[in-house]
């Protein structure tokens, strides 16, 4: 005996279920389901048509006998056609005669047959009662099925989808929150291996961490922005480190060091006999950094004749070496730096707006560290500790140093106080770093507090100010991380270990207690 048409419905339920389950994605998963309906059940064209919410428009998302140019111009306002009604009435709508429906669009243009041979069919993808989209398919008139067989197995068929659809969100979701916990454990492991991290827990700094930890998992292009010696160069490092590119090439290459009739032949490389002097074939510093990650600095240098290739590499992935003619595909992530005004650049011409737009595209603003001074003792700490292990000398500041290097305006920002702090533990005769001997290494400056730094003096009790200075420094960190004590070691630049035994050798236990229970109050109050 023939199965009924009835009982083909009921047979094509189970490939459908078998067919969502298995799927990789959505729109696999989607077009599988419409596959299986024209091979089981002939149906002929299909689609599912989901909201977007971004645009407010619906739009194909899966479609069985459309080509992708005919898929990619099916996009309708919520009000328009026969799938805008649908989907604002949230009821099955059926066509007899696609010719005689004034709403039918007819907008993919997929339907080259006479259209009076053509009947079609729609219903809502519900979702705890609210519309996401909209499932049609189109039958010809010689299949001889009640279209109210169809629609009550379109509705299943619709409510499978709404299903999957929902649980792939929540999957995405969950994915998501996996990747940025990731980012943050991968951040905090480096930090514990001696990993490239950010010394600094100050607003500004803590800032610029959730944008890394935020950019990192991406494939977006970074624009860093900052002063000369901020660190730039270091978050580049992170950014890489904490990408999926871990372990492929950083690349950075300082578009301001090299001559402009080098550069090109630097990024992009070159073939032998390119230009005098190119006695053999080389590849650019783009190649090499395939698969992993180029870091561009001084950006704002580029000359304005290799801006337009940069643009087609980020724009294609595609680059030609000086002298050859043959296209190279590269997979690169471009990260860039510079010190300069882009927007200013732009405005004079000196730099390309659409380059411009192009790598703009996630800023992030380094403050410089005159504008974060709570985060100079631990940066002190931090190289002081570094230079101890490579020249193996335990140094440190008097109070009075501490004091003038807080006020001091620091223009060559980190990397200054980096060369400095080098530079005094190879010339200080003493492990103990004064005043009078720190001035003579500081760059003079004609500010208000370059000139106080100056007039600071020694106290005149040397016996109790460095222990005095220490312990006011440890507790004056625990009042600002609501007497946490692993966040005022992250602050002044020391490991958990070294705040518990500053803890320990000032008799801080019961002031931590006091100062948690007093900050709990206060925010109870709050």
């Given amino acids: 005996m023939e199965p009924t048409v009835h009982g083909l419905k009921l047979a094509v339920l189970p490939a459908i279920c078998q067919a969502i389950d298995h799927a990789l994605n959505l729109e696999s998963a989607l077009e599988m389901v419409l596959r299986i309906m024209h091979e089981q059940l002939s149906m002929q064209r299909a689609t599912v048509t989901l909201h977007d919410p971004e645009t407010g428009h619906l739009s194909i998302s899966a479609s069985y006998g459309l080509t992708a140019e005919e898929k990619q111009r099916g996009v309708y306002r919520l009000d328009e056609g026969v ?35 053509i009947s079609f069919i729609g219903v809502p993808i519900l979702l705890h009662g609210e519309p996401i989209g909209v499932l049609n398919v189109d039958r010809l008139f010689e299949d001889e099925v009640a279209f109210e067989e169809d629609v009550d197995f379109l509705k299943v068929v619709a409510t499978l989808i709404a299903q999957f659809i929902s649980l792939n969100e929540k999957i995405l979701e969950r994915e998501a929150a996996l990747r940025s916990e990731n980012t943050s454990l991968k951040y905090q492991i480096a930090k514990t291996n001696k990993g490239p991290y950010i010394v600094g827990q100050s607003a500004a700094m803590v800032e610029v961490q959730r944008q890394m930890e935020k950019v990192s998992p991406t494939r977006a292009t970074v624009l860093l922005l900052g002063e000369s010696g901020v660190g730039k160069t270091l978050i580049a490092r992170i950014i890489h480190e904490l990408s ?19 550069l090109e032949s630097e990024l992009f490389g070159h073939e032998k006999g390119a230009f005098t002097g190119a006695t053999s074939t080389r590849p650019g510093r783009f190649e090499e950094a395939h698969n992993g990650t180029i870091f561009l600095d001084e950006i704002g240098e580029l000359p304005i004749a290799l801006q337009s290739k940069l643009l087609r590499v980020l724009q294609e992935k595609e680059l030609e070496r000086l002298g050859s003619n043959k296209t190279r595909t590269i997979d690169v992530r471009i990260l860039t730096a510079t010190n300069r005004d882009l927007a200013d650049l732009v405005e004079r011409g000196k730099f390309r707006l659409d380059l411009y737009y192009r790598l703009n595209v996630f800023p992030i603003r380094v403050p410089a560290l005159r504008e ?21 000398r335990a140094m ?29 533990v190879i010339m200080s005769d003493s492990e103990r770093i004064g005043l009078d001997f720190l001035r003579s290494y500081l760059t003079p400056g004609q500010t208000a507090a370059a000139q106080e730094v100056m007039q600071i003096s020694e106290p005149t009790n040397k016996t109790m100010s460095l222990k005095e200075f220490e312990r006011n420094e440890v507790v004056a960190a625990l ?3 609501g007497w946490l004590q692993y966040k005022a070691a992250e602050s002044l630049g020391l490991t958990p270990r070294q705040m518990g035994y500053r803890v320990k050798k000032y008799g801080l236990e019961s002031m931590i207690a006091e100062g948690r229970a007093r900050f709990r109050r206060q925010k109870e109050i709050a």
Avoid at 90 to 112: A, H, M, W
Avoid at 244 to 262: D, M, T, Y
């Fill in 83 to 117: 799938t805008g009604r649908i989907f604002q009435t949230g009821e099955p709508y059926f066509v007899p005669d696609i010719e005689n429906e004034p709403l039918f669009l007819n907008k993919t243009g997929s339907r080259n047959i006479r259209r009076g041979m």
């Fill in 244 to 262: 999926e590119r871990q372990g492929h090439p950083f690349i950075k290459v300082n578009c301001a060091s090299i001559p402009e009739n080098l």
């Fill in 372 to 392: 974060r001074k709570e985060d100079i003792t631990g940066l002190l700490n931090h190289f002081l500790q570094q230079m101890a292990t490579d020249y193996n």
């Fill in 396 to 424: 440190h500041f008097t109070p009075a140093a501490v004091e003038a290097l807080i006020r001091y305006d620091w223009p060559g920002n980190v990397r200054e106080m980096q060369n400095l702090i080098e530079r005094l």
């Fill in 479 to 481: 009042e600002r991380n």
